[in-house]
C-alpha cells in the first residue's frame, strides 16, 4: 500500500502532464496496481516468499519505480485539466463539491465490492482469507485468488492515490508514507465501532473508521489549547484512536460496576 | 439600575481594551512537511525575521506552526485547516507542503521556503513579478556562485572540470547550468562522465592537464567516491572544489553551502513585507544570494593541492 497509494498518483500525474485523457489516466493508475498487486501475489505464491517480506519486497521496490514513472521526486498538475474539473462548473464551492464527488465515488466503488465480495468468487477470496486451509480443502484455487484480490486491493489504493494526486494538485514520492497504517487504524477502529456481521457493514466500518481516523488527526490539530505542539501531532492522533476505540469497553465496565457483580 | 450601569461599563472597558490588540496583531500559519535541521533553521529564521520587523511572536503576531510529520495526505489536511483559519499569511517549508496549500487557495498569500524548483514545481508562473497570491524563496543550487567561487580561491581560472552521473537526472540539470552560467562569467566547463562510483578515479583522471581546476556537484555517485576525486587531485596538484559542504571534510578545498538559517530569515523579510501591505505578486522569488550561503574551507585540502588561499577569501569563511 505504501507503494501503490504513491504508483497511482504517480502514473496518473505522469499521464495528465502528457496530455493523456484524466480519465483514461486514472484507469491506468487502477491497472498499474493491480499490476503491483499481482507481483506482490507472484512473490508469495509462487516463489513461496512471506507475504509481509513480499509486499515489502515489492513496496520498496515501487519507491524506485514511481521516480522512473514521474521521471521526478515531485510532479505539479496545478494547470492540468483533472477528473474533477468538470466539477468547478457546478454553482457550490470547492470544499463541497470536491468531497461530494468523492462521496459518490465511494458509493460506487462499495456498492460494486458488496457485490462482488457476495459472488461466488468473492465468497471464495473471503474464505481464504478467514482460513485458508480449510478454503483449499473446499475445492479453491487458493493462488489464483490470492492474486486476483491482491491486484483488486491494490487497483483500489492506486485509485485512491490518483485521486489524491487529481484533488491536491501534485504526485510526490513520499506521498505513501505511513498509508498502511492509516489503512490498518482505520479497518481496526471502524470495526471496533461496528462489528462487521454482514460484508455491507464490514465496508460501513471501513469507510466510517478513516473518516474517524483524519477526524482524530484533526483534532490532534487544532489541540494547541492542550499545550501540545506540532511535534506532538502523530502522539495526539495515536491518543484520541485509543480514547475513541476505549470509550465503549470502558463505558460497558462501568456500567457493569454500577449493576453490581452478577454473580 | 446600578448594576446594568456597571455591566455596560465593565463591558466598554472590555472592548476598549481588547479592541485594538485584537485589530492590530497579525496572523501567520507555517507547515512544513518533516522536522529536519534544515527545515527547522529555515523555520527559526522566518521568526526572527520577523521579530526585526516588529512582529513577535505571542505579543504582536499570531503563530500557528503544524509539521505533517512526513505524511503528505496529513500536509494536505494542514492546507486545509490554515485556509479555513484564513491567517494574514501562510509559510510553507518545502515543495510538498507548498503545493498543498497552494491547490487550497488562491486569495490568501503564501510564501514558500526551501523549494527548489518553484516554476516546475508549478507554484508561481515565473520568478519576476509572479502575480497571484505566491512568492517565496528557492534554494535552487547557485552553481554560477560556486563556479565564481573557484575562481576567487585559486584565481585565473578559465577551464574548469564536472564530473558527474549522466544517468542522474539531478546532475544533468545542474550540468546544464553549469554550462550557460559559465558562458555567461567566460569560463569553459570540461565534462567527465562517471556512471558508477568505480569510474570516478579514471573521470578525474581524464581531467587532469585539460583544466584548472575540478567541481564535484551534488551527485550522488560521484560524491560517494569523493576521496578518489581528492586523491587524482593531490597529486595532479589540480584544485577540487564540491557543490555541497559535507564533502570540504573529505578533502575538498571549499564549498558555498546554504545556510537554512539565512533561508528562511529571507523568506520571513518577504512574509513582513505582505503583512505590511504589499501584494505577494508583486513580489519577485528569490533565489540564493551569497548572504543566504555560508563558504566552508579545508585549508589543509589546499596546501596538498598546491593552492595558496588569498586572504580575503578565507575571511569569507566561517
Avoid at chain 1, 473471503?126 to 479453491?140: E, S
Avoid at chain 1, 466500518?205 to 489549547?225: E, K, P, V
Amino acid at each position: 500500500m505504501d507503494g501503490s497509494f504513491p504508483l497511482g498518483a504517480a502514473v496518473t500525474a505522469a499521464l495528465i502532464t502528457s496530455g493523456v485523457d484524466p480519465w483514461i489516466s486514472m484507469l491506468a493508475a487502477m491497472i498499474a496496481g493491480a499490476a503491483a498487486g499481482a507481483v506482490t501475489a507472484f512473490l508469495n505464491v509462487r516463489l513461496g516468499i512471506l507475504h509481509l517480506l513480499a509486499s515489502i519486497l515489492t513496496m520498496i521496490a515501487l519507491y524506485s519505480i514511481n521516480l522512473r514513472v514521474m521521471g521526478a521526486p515531485n510532479v505539479a498538475l496545478f494547470s492540468e485539466a483533472t477528473a474533477l474539473t468538470p466539477l468547478e462548473a457546478l454553482p457550490l464551492p470547492a470544499f463541497q463539491s470536491k468531497p461530494l464527488a468523492f462521496l459518490v465515488a465511494i458509493a460506487v466503488i462499495a456498492i460494486g465490492l458488496n457485490w462482488f465480495l457476495r459472488t461466488e468468487t468473492g465468497l471464495a477470496m473471503r474464505a481464504i482469507g478467514a482460513n485458508p486451509r480449510m478454503a483449499r480443502a473446499q475445492g479453491a484455487r487458493v493462488g489464483l485468488l490470492i492474486g486476483m484480490g491482491m491486484a483488486l486491493s491494490n487497483a483500489l489504493v492506486a485509485l485512491g492515490g490518483s485521486l489524491f494526486a487529481q484533488s491536491q494538485g501534485f504526485a510526490d514520492v513520499t506521498l505513501g508514507v505511513g498509508t498502511i497504517v492509516v489503512g490498518l487504524a482505520a479497518v481496526i477502529v471502524g470495526e471496533a465501532i461496528l462489528p462487521p456481521k454482514r460484508i455491507w457493514i464490514a465496508l460501513l466500518a471501513c469507510i466510517i473508521g478513516s473518516i474517524i481516523y483524519r477526524f482524530a488527526i484533526q483534532l490532534a490539530l487544532s489541540a494547541d489549547w492542550l499545550g501540545l505542539e506540532a511535534q506532538d501531532l502523530n502522539l495526539a492522533t495515536a491518543i484520541l484512536i485509543v480514547l475513541a476505540m476505549s470509550a465503549p469497553s470502558v463505558r460497558a465496565k462501568l456500567g457493569a460496576r454500577r449493576r453490581g457483580p452478577a454473580r | 439600575m446600578k448594576p446594568l450601569l456597571l455591566l455596560s461599563a465593565a463591558g466598554l472597558a472590555f472592548a476598549f481594551s481588547a479592541a485594538p490588540v485584537m485589530a492590530e496583531n497579525k496572523s501567520v500559519a507555517i507547515t512544513q512537511i518533516v522536522e529536519h535541521p534544515a527545515l527547522d533553521a529555515a523555520r527559526k529564521g522566518v521568526q526572527d525575521a520577523l521579530a526585526a520587523d516588529g512582529f513577535t511572536v505571542g505579543d504582536t503576531l499570531d503563530w500557528t506552526y503544524e509539521s505533517a510529520q512526513g505524511n503528505g495526505a496529513t500536509a494536505a489536511q494542514i492546507a486545509n485547516k490554515f485556509v479555513g483559519e484564513e491567517p494574514d499569511v501562510i509559510v510553507a517549508i518545502a515543495t510538498p507542503s507548498a503545493q498543498a496549500v497552494v491547490a487550497k487557495t488562491s486569495d490568501i498569500p503564501i510564501v514558500f521556503s526551501a523549494v527548489t524548483d518553484p516554476i516546475a514545481a508549478k507554484l508561481v508562473p515565473q520568478a519576476e513579478k509572479p502575480g497571484g497570491n505566491v512568492t517565496g524563496v528557492s534554494d535552487l543550487t547557485p552553481v554560477g556562485l560556486h563556479l565564481s567561487m573557484i575562481d576567487d580561491a585559486v584565481g585565473g581560472v578559465e577551464k574548469i572540470g564536472v564530473i558527474y552521473n549522466p544517468g542522474e537526472a539531478n546532475s544533468q540539470v545542474l550540468v546544464d547550468l553549469a554550462k550557460s552560467e559559465a558562458a555567461q562569467l567566460g569560463y569553459e566547463i570540461v565534462e567527465a562522465g562517471a556512471p558508477r562510483s568505480a569510474d570516478v578515479k579514471a573521470a578525474a583522471e581524464s581531467l587532469v592537464g585539460k583544466v584548472d581546476a575540478i567541481y564535484v556537484p551534488t551527485d550522488n555517485t560521484v560524491v560517494s567516491a569523493f576521496e578518489s576525486v581528492v586523491r587524482v587531485g593531490e597529486q595532479a596538484k589540480l584544485p577540487v572544489f564540491a557543490g555541497d559542504t559535507d564533502s570540504v571534510s573529505r578533502g575538498a578545498i571549499a564549498a558555498l553551502g546554504f545556510d537554512y538559517y539565512q533561508v528562511g530569515y529571507k523568506t520571513g523579510e518577504v512574509v513582513a513585507r505582505i503583512l505590511k501591505g504589499e501584494n505577494p505578486g508583486d513580489i519577485d522569488v528569490q533565489y540564493a544570494s551569497l548572504g543566504m550561503m555560508s563558504l566552508v574551507v579545508n585549508k589543509e585540502a589546499a596546501e596538498k593541492m598546491g593552492v595558496e588561499l588569498p586572504e580575503e577569501f578565507l575571511a569569507k569563511a566561517q
